[in-house]
C-alpha cells in the first residue's frame, strides 16, 4: 500500500490550463496518473489536453468524481483555489504555487480545520507513490517503487535523497514534500502517523532543514510512540548566513548552526539516525535496513 | 521588506495607534526646523535606518534643547552606522527622526506577529525591561503574554481581558490597551505585515497609551497587493547583486568564501553549503535557481558568481527536475562563459532530467570542467582547486 494517492486516485488539475499546469499534468498523465479534469474559472466547458474544463471544482468533482486536487494556480489567486478544493470537500489537495502570501495560509489553515480535506504544500514538489501515482512536479526518473517513505521540507534535495535510496537498492513506497513555507498544510508529524501505520513503508527518511520547528514536533512524537520502523533525519542549513531567506520562506534564522543542533540532538535522543551529511543518506538507510534484516 | 520607523508610524496612525510628535529631517537645519516646530521640552534624535538595535549602536540620541537636536543630527546624517542587524559597514544615514520625549508611567513591549504552528496572527506583550529584546523572549518566554487571533481578529472569550489583565492594568488603561491592539491587528492583516514591533509602547500618566517606536515587516510575496509600500520598502543600499538575482528567478545570498556554487533548489543548496564546510572550504555564496528560471536567467546567474573577484571556482550542483532539466542548466552556464572575460574552473555534478544532453551541450560549449559523479566528489574537488591544486 501508498499512503495519501494509490490506484484509486481520480485527479483534477486547478489552473491546468496555464502553461506550468499544461506541462506539469501532461507529465503526470505520462507518469500513469488517472488525471481526470481540470479547472479554470471561466474556461468551463472547454477541452484542454483531452479533458474536461470545468469552471468550478464542486462542477468537476460532481462530474467526474474526483478525489484530488493540484493547485497550480498562481501566488495571487492560490489561497482562494485551495480554499474552494476544502469547500468542495476534496479529500486531498496539493499546492505546488510558490510565493503564497502568509497570511493567505492563514486564511486556508482556517478553511482547513475541522474539514474532510488533507492539504499539501502550498511550495511543495507534491506526493510520488512510483509506479502508481504521481501528483506535482518533481523528478521521477530515479524513482522506484519499494518500502521506504520519505518526508521532506525540499523538492531538491528529496531528488537526491530518492536518487541516493534506488542506487543504495532501495525503492520508496511514497514521498511526500510538505513545501518550504512556514505556514503549509500536512507537516512532518501526520505525515509520519501515515507511513507509520502503512504496511508496505518499512523505514522513513526525514529531510529536514533550518527554521520552524517540523523537526522538534516530529522528536516529541517519534520519541512517544516508539516506532519499531526505522527513521533516518537529514538537517541542512547549518552553515547559512544569519537572518537571510535562504530560497525557502521557512527557512529563515538567527543562528542556523544553533537550530541545526538542536533539531539533531532532540531526533536523534528519539531514537531516529542522523545521516551525517546530504550526501550519505543512501549509505545510513541502506545499512540500518541490513542490519535489522539480520 | 522592512520600512523605516517613520513611515511605519504614518501607516499605523492610520489603525489609531499614536505616536509622539514628530517631523523627518534630511539635513541639521530641518532638524532645527523640527525641534522649533516641536516647541520646548526634551527630544530624540533617532536614525532612519531598515535594521534594528539603533539604541546601543548610538542611533538614537536624546536631546534637551534645539542646539542639542543640531549637534545630534549632524552627528547622524551623512554618516555609516552598524548596528548587531547591519552588516558590519553599517547604512547610511540619510534621514532622522525628531520627535517630542515622552513622560511614561510605565513601558512595554508589544509585537504582532504570526504563530506558525498554530497557524495565527499572535500579539506578545510584557513590561520594558533593559537587555537584548530578542534573548529575552527566548530565554524568559514566560516573561511575556501572548494572545493568539484569527485573521478576522476573533479569540476565545476573555482572552484580551485576560491578557490586558496580566498587565495588572486599570479598567481604562485595558480598554486603551485593547484598540491599541485591535488597531494593530487591522493594520497588520490590511498591510499583510510579517512582523509589527512596539518597542517600547508608553503609558502615560494621563492614560494614553504611545508608541514610541515601530518596527514594521511586509510580506515580500504580498508585495503585488501593496504596490503603493514599494517606494518605501526601496532600499538604496540593499545588496544590488542580491536584487538582481531576485529579478532572474534566482535566490542569492553573497557569503564571504572563495567557492561559487550554482545549485537549483533551496535545500540542496544550503545541503552544498553544509558539503563545502564539511570538506574544509568556505562558499562564496548561497545559489538557489528557482524552477521558473530559463537558460538566459541562469546565465545571469552565473554571472553573479564569475564576477565576484573572491571566487576561485565555480561549483555546480544540480538536479534535473520535472520543470528544470540539466540542460538548460548547462545552456545558462555555457551562455555565461562565452559572455565572460573571466573563466574560472568549473566542477559540476549534473544528474537527473536530461543529464545525457546536458553532457553534449557542455562539451558543445567546450568549458573547463570537471564532471564528476556525486556531490562529494564535486565539492572536495572544488575545495582542492580553491586551495590551489591543480583543476
Redesign the interface.
Given at each position: 500500500m501508498t499512503v495519501l494517492v494509490d490506484a484509486n486516485t481520480r485527479l483534477l488539475c486547478q489552473g491546468m490550463t496555464g502553461w506550468?499546469g499544461t506541462?506539469?499534468t501532461n507529465?503526470m498523465i505520462q507518469y500513469g496518473t488517472n488525471v481526470v479534469a481540470g479547472v479554470t474559472p471561466g474556461k468551463g466547458g472547454r477541452s484542454h489536453l483531452d479533458l474536461p474544463v470545468f469552471d468550478s471544482v464542486a462542477e468537476a468533482v460532481k462530474a467526474t468524481g474526483a478525489n484530488a486536487s493540484a493547485v497550480f494556480v498562481p501566488?495571487?489567486h492560490a489561497a482562494k483555489a485551495m480554499i474552494e478544493a476544502i469547500e468542495a470537500e476534496i479529500p486531498l489537495v496539493v499546492a505546488v504555487t510558490?510565493?503564497?502570501?502568509?497570511?493567505?495560509?492563514?486564511?486556508v489553515?482556517?478553511a482547513l480545520a475541522g474539514s474532510r480535506t488533507r492539504l499539501i504544500g502550498p511550495n511543495s514538489?507534491g506526493v510520488l507513490a512510483p509506479g502508481v501515482c504521481q501528483i506535482g512536479?518533481?523528478?521521477?526518473?530515479?524513482a522506484r517503487a519499494g518500502s521506504v517513505g520519505v518526508v521532506?521540507?525540499?523538492?531538491?534535495?528529496?531528488?537526491?535523497v530518492i536518487?541516493q535510496l534506488t542506487a543504495a537498492g532501495l525503492g520508496q513506497s511514497t514521498t511526500i514534500g510538505v513545501g518550504?513555507d512556514?505556514?503549509h498544510g500536512m507537516g512532518f508529524v501526520e505525515c509520519l502517523e501515515l507511513l507509520l501505520a502503512d504496511p508496505q513503508t518499512q523505514a522513513v527518511m526525514l529531510?529536514g532543514?533550518?527554521g520552524?520547528?517540523e523537526e522538534q514536533?516530529a522528536a516529541d512524537y517519534i520519541r512517544s510512540v516508539r516506532p519499531a520502523k526505522p527513521i533516518v533525519a537529514?538537517v541542512?542549513?547549518?552553515?547559512?548566513?544569519a537572518?537571510?531567506?535562504?530560497?525557502?520562506?521557512?527557512?529563515l534564522i538567527?543562528d542556523a548552526a544553533a537550530d541545526v543542533a538542536n533539531k539533531v540532538r532532540l531526533l536523534r535522543d528519539a531514537g531516529v539516525i542522523i545521516a551525517p551529511?546530504?550526501?550519505l543518506v543512501g549509505e545510513v538507510m541502506r545499512d540500518l535496513v541490513s542490519k535489522r534484516a539480520a | 521588506m522592512q520600512l523605516l520607523e517613520c513611515d511605519a508610524k504614518v501607516l499605523l496612525s492610520r489603525y489609531a495607534v499614536a505616536s509622539p510628535a514628530g517631523f523627518v529631517a534630511a539635513s541639521v537645519e530641518e532638524a532645527e526646523a523640527a525641534a522649533s516646530r516641536l516647541g520646548s521640552g526634551s527630544f530624540f534624535v533617532k536614525a532612519q535606518l531598515r535594521a534594528g538595535a539603533r539604541m546601543t549602536a548610538g542611533g538614537i540620541r536624546a536631546a534637551r534643547s534645539t542646539a542639542d537636536v543640531k549637534i545630534a543630527a549632524g552627528a547622524l546624517l551623512g554618516r555609516k552606522l552598524a548596528t548587531a542587524q547591519t552588516r558590519a559597514a553599517g547604512l547610511t544615514v540619510t534621514k532622522v527622526l525628531i520627535e517630542q520625549a515622552v513622560q511614561a508611567r510605565r513601558a512595554f513591549y508589544l509585537a504582532v506577529g504570526i504563530d506558525e504552528v498554530r497557524a495565527a496572527i499572535t500579539v506578545t506583550l510584557g513590561e520594558s525591561r533593559s537587555g537584548d529584546i530578542e534573548q529575552l523572549l527566548r530565554e524568559e518566554p514566560d516573561a511575556f503574554s501572548r494572545l493568539y487571533l484569527s485573521i478576522n481578529g476573533e479569540c476565545q472569550p476573555g482572552d484580551v481581558a485576560s491578557f490586558c489583565q496580566g498587565a495588572n492594568l486599570s479598567m481604562q488603561e485595558a480598554e486603551g490597551l485593547r484598540k491599541t491592539i485591535f488597531g494593530l491587528h487591522q493594520a497588520f492583516v490590511e498591510l499583510d505585515a510579517s512582523l509589527i514591533e512596539i518597542n517600547p509602547l508608553l503609558l502615560t500618566d494621563s492614560g494614553a497609551w504611545i508608541a514610541a517606536d515601530a518596527k514594521l515587516s511586509v510580506d515580500d510575496n504580498a508585495a503585488f497587493r501593496h504596490s503603493d509600500l514599494a517606494p518605501l520598502g526601496f532600499d538604496a543600499e540593499a545588496d544590488q547583486v542580491e536584487r538582481q538575482a531576485q529579478r532572474h528567478q534566482i535566490n542569492f545570498v553573497q557569503m564571504d568564501g572563495d567557492i561559487g556554487t550554482v545549485v537549483n533548489g533551496a535545500g540542496l543548496g544550503l545541503a552544498t553549503l553544509d558539503m563545502i564546510r564539511a570538506a574544509g572550504g568556505a562558499p562564496a555564496n548561497f545559489m538557489d535557481v528557482r524552477t521558473t528560471a530559463t537558460s538566459l536567467d541562469i546565465a545571469q546567474g552565473v554571472a553573479l558568481v564569475l564576477d565576484n573577484p573572491r571566487a576561485k571556482v565555480l561549483l555546480l550542483n544540480v538536479f534535473g527536475g520535472g520543470m528544470q532539466p540539466c540542460d538548460t542548466i548547462v545552456e545558462g552556464l555555457g551562455i555565461a562563459y562565452r559572455r565572460s572575460v573571466r573563466k574560472l574552473p568549473i566542477v559540476l555534478r549534473v544528474t537527473g532530467n536530461n543529464e545525457d544532453i546536458a553532457r553534449l551541450r557542455l562539451a558543445n560549449f567546450n568549458l573547463p570542467s570537471t564532471d564528476c559523479s556525486d556531490m562529494w566528489q564535486a565539492v572536495t574537488r572544488a575545495v582542492a582547486i580553491a586551495r590551489g591544486g591543480k583543476s
Open positions: 506550468a506541462y506539469h507529465r501566488p495571487a510558490e510565493r503564497v502570501p502568509v497570511l493567505d495560509m492563514i486564511r489553515r482556517e514538489q512536479v518533481m523528478a521521477t526518473n530515479r521532506s521540507r525540499s523538492a531538491s534535495l528529496t531528488s537526491e536518487s518550504g512556514p505556514i529531510v532543514e533550518i520552524g520547528t514536533q537529514l541542512v542549513g547549518e552553515n547559512a548566513p537572518r537571510r531567506r535562504m530560497g525557502h520562506a521557512g527557512a538567527q551529511s546530504a550526501h | -
